[in-house]
């Protein structure tokens, strides 16, 4: 069996992946970066350092786990965003040990980014999606709060941005409500877990002005909630209560301005049950005539099997120009 080894570093996550030229996934490693109790983050150096002692562990679980076969290509994901001057030193480490095993093994090296990694991961956790080649692309994360509009092509995809927050991501709101109760970091699971347990959510006021968000001042009102003692259950249901209307609104928003009303949610925000739940809900309120398709809980959160896929793409459009076969669609 041949296959494509995907990598992605990202700021809390050491992921590697594997599919086969068949379009298999046949693994899906990944390993949280250990944060200090009471911290809201890691610094880059020491998330860089954390990977390094990462990757031996997820390579030796890889290795057990993977059918016998033949590694033909190698694709990381080596920056943020497919911009120009994206950058962050975790995503070399990724692009370093892709490269040098790719050179050893004789075999082609592939880049992409990791914002592309998350929208090929929503991609192939929806049939339907994949069909799709104009659509929006939501990415909710703690380092990432953007409105995309994508278009798919052969090899991967061409990212307009057309919305963004102008301070906090949606995930800083999460882990930073969520360390202030006593939560730990990162605080999604925790927090969304104790949100179900309240009888209803604490009102806290949310923003947003045409394509673009701000969730500072939810921050603040629910630090003051907390700092009141009130109740807990209730200001967790309030803070995904805040990133349902926020997502509603700019949906709302970029669909009267004549944007794609498909929509691709993506990162680990919106892997919470309680988002998916009420932003269908919401919008049927709204009356938008809008169809939201969520990657699969497990890869919402970051992972490699969109870099994988990606690789797979690439090598097959590099075996098709070659005359040996043909692109994936």
């Not at 296959?3 to 990202?10: A, K, M, N, R, V």
């Not at 999606?129 to 995809?157: D, I």
């Not at 057309?162 to 360390?179: E, K, M, Y």
Request: hydrophobic share 40%.
């Amino acid at each position: 069996m041949k296959y494509i080894l995907g990598i992605d570093t990202s700021c809390y996550t050491t992921s590697l992946a594997c599919v086969s030229l068949e379009g298999k996934l046949l693994l899906s490693k990944q390993k949280l970066l250990s944060v200090p109790d009471g911290a809201r983050g890691l610094q880059q150096s020491s998330a860089v350092f954390s990977h390094l002692r990462n990757l031996p562990e997820l390579s030796a679980t890889m290795q057990d786990s993977l059918p016998d076969g033949e590694l033909v290509a190698i694709c990381a994901s080596i920056k943020p965003r497919p911009y120009k001057d994206s950058y962050m030193p975790v995503f070399v480490v990724g692009e370093s040990l892709g490269a040098t095993l790719a050179k050893l093994a004789g075999v082609p090296f592939y880049t992409t980014t990791h914002q592309e990694n998350h929208i090929m991961a929503g991609l192939y956790s929806n049939d339907r999606m994949q069909m799709e080649k104009h659509f929006l692309a939501l990415h909710l994360s703690g380092g990432t709060t953007e409105l995309l509009e994508v278009w798919a092509h052969t090899t991967g995809f061409d990212i307009n941005l057309i919305g963004s927050t102008q301070d906090l991501h949606a995930g800083q709101l999460v882990d930073r409500i969520g360390v202030a109760l006593g939560l730990g970091f990162p605080s999604g699971p925790n927090l969304e877990a104790l949100a179900e347990k309240a009888d209803k959510p604490i009102h806290i006021p949310y923003y947003v002005k045409d394509l673009t968000v701000s969730f500072s001042g939810s921050e603040s009102h629910a630090q003051r909630l907390i700092a009141k003692n009130a109740d807990k259950a209730g200001i967790a249901r309030g803070v995904y209560q805040v990133l349902n209307k926020t997502i509603c609104k700019w949906l709302e928003n970029a669909a009267d301005k004549g944007y794609p009303t498909s929509v691709l949610l993506v990162g680990g925000v919106s892997s919470s049950m309680i988002l998916r739940e009420e932003l269908n809900v919401q919008l049927r309120k709204a009356g938008k005539n809008m169809s939201l398709y969520f990657a699969l809980p497990q890869l919402s959160k970051d992972n490699a099997v969109g870099t994988a896929y990606l690789g797979l793409k690439a090598y097959m459009n590099d075996k098709y120009k070659a005359g040996a076969g043909l692109p994936l669609k």
